[in-house]
């Protein structure tokens, strides 16, 4: 199946806007759905909709069954070793403050180190920001290259045995760099540390084997792989765990409570309190199927060819800058002289290009960049080289208006 194959069962796609047809550059910000997404969670509240875990009755056990299927489908799809370290949340973000608000705030003292980079979003900023300053922890970064990439050497250097945690993005969501993290979590293991990874750009784009990689917890989102808003995962390993804090108190995630005290149920359940995300799980699942269907080495690949091919076409426009490596996934970030970012996503929009302008909630890494805010085209499985060759005629048309304007 080819992109224009695949893009006729995003119904979103099909559509004019703005009087052109829809080309759709934001998919590091949110993915389009498939068809098969949006039947599957028409399906549950059409047929089955019910609470989980609960009744007795079909449609509780329809709904627990679609429900702990999905779980079992995100298993597969990271290779955790036991659905009990699958944990649904309601995205990259709450999965990340978990780790930092139920894990680290636990175990890390006055006098530990948290390492983390400047290209972090500021979902695997802030936490560990905060974390510091209520430990009396030591924040530290590791040193970028010229190109804002993170070397295993920098790593080497920065991380040491006071270090008691490293978070680090798989995939810029800027730079579109795809970091080690693999030998990084040797470096971290070999210091006695643990290393959460911030997969939310990686997902959907590469290969995730967890175990391969020997990360100790690993978060990311539904709706950047073709699935529902709302959702999302935390992988940890089983013995971490079991030793983390549950962050959300209530039913569902309780074993016993007594007057005094009370008790948590066994993982995945000890950190889902209250009626989880059952239609988002749902989705979830579907995504997976869907993104599997094709395959995402097959999707790798696409995006390759597209990325590769939208940075030729953008060099050729005088003034405009990209940022990040050469070896990249699926994003182009930029500026271009005539115009500011918002200006260019501004005009893109009324030939019915949609793109992401601002500091992509990476403003450390704006600053180290030396911008206020850049222009994003990010790529995904729909998209084809016609959508490219969209793209720069905008440029080319934006270049030559504010080019006209401040002339």
């Known amino acids: 199946m080819n992109a224009k194959e695949i893009r006729e069962l995003f119904p979103i796609l099909n559509q004019s806007v703005n009087g052109h047809p829809l080309v759709y550059l934001d998919s590091a910000a949110t993915s389009q ?5 949006i039947e599957a969670v028409d399906r549950y509240y059409r047929e089955y909709n019910s609470n989980v875990h609960r009744g007795v009755h079909t449609l509780g056990t329809l709904a627990t069954d679609g429900y702990e299927g999905a779980r079992e489908k995100v298993r597969t799809f990271i290779n955790a070793k036991e659905t009990a370290e699958v944990i649904f949340t309601r995205g990259t973000t709450t999965s990340l403050n978990f780790v930092a608000q139920g894990y680290a705030r636990n175990f890390i003292e006055e006098g530990d180190e948290i390492v983390i980079t400047e290209v972090e979003h500021h979902s695997n900023f802030i936490p560990w920001q905060q974390i510091a300053k209520q430990t009396g922890a030591t924040l530290k970064f590791i040193p970028l290259a010229e190109d804002g990439t993170v070397t295993v050497q920098a790593a080497e250097q920065t991380i040491t045995s006071n270090t008691k945690l490293v978070a680090i993005g798989y995939v810029s969501n800027v730079l579109g760099s795809i970091n080690p993290v693999k030998e990084i979590a ?5 210091h006695g540390g643990v290393i959460v990874v911030d997969g939310a750009q990686a997902a959907p784009h590469l290969k995730v084997d967890v175990q391969e990689l020997d990360c100790d917890f690993f978060a990311f989102s539904g709706h950047k792989m073709a699935g529902p808003t709302g959702i999302g995962v935390l992988y940890g390993k089983r013995t971490l765990l079991e030793k983390m804090e549950p962050v959300e108190y209530g039913g569902e995630m309780i074993d016993f409570v007594d007057l005094y005290d009370s008790t948590w149920k066994e993982l995945p359940w000890k950190f889902e309190g209250g009626t989880p995300i059952i239609a988002g799980a749902i989705g979830l699942g579907a995504a997976i199927d869907f993104v599997e269907s094709i395959g995402i080495d097959a999707i790798r690949e696409h995006e390759h060819q ?37 200006d260019i996503a501004t005009v893109l929009d009324t030939e019915g290009i949609a793109i992401r302008a601002g500091h992509h909630c990476c403003q450390p890494l704006m600053k180290w960049l030396k911008v206020s805010s850049t222009a994003r085209a990010s790529f995904y499985l729909y998209n084809t080289e016609e959508d490219i060759d969209a793209l720069v ?14 002339s």
């Open 306 to 342: 597209l990325v590769t091919y939208a940075m030729e076409r953008l060099r050729q426009i005088d003034g405009l800058k990209i940022y990040g490596p050469e070896e990249r996934s699926g994003l182009v970030t930029f500026t271009m002289n005539e115009a500011h970012p918002h």
């Open 33 to 37: 759905k498939p068809v098969q997404v």
């Open 393 to 406: 005629k905008g440029l080319i048309k934006t270049k030559e208006y504010f080019g006209n304007v401040f």
């Open 186 to 190: 040797q470096i971290v293991h070999r």
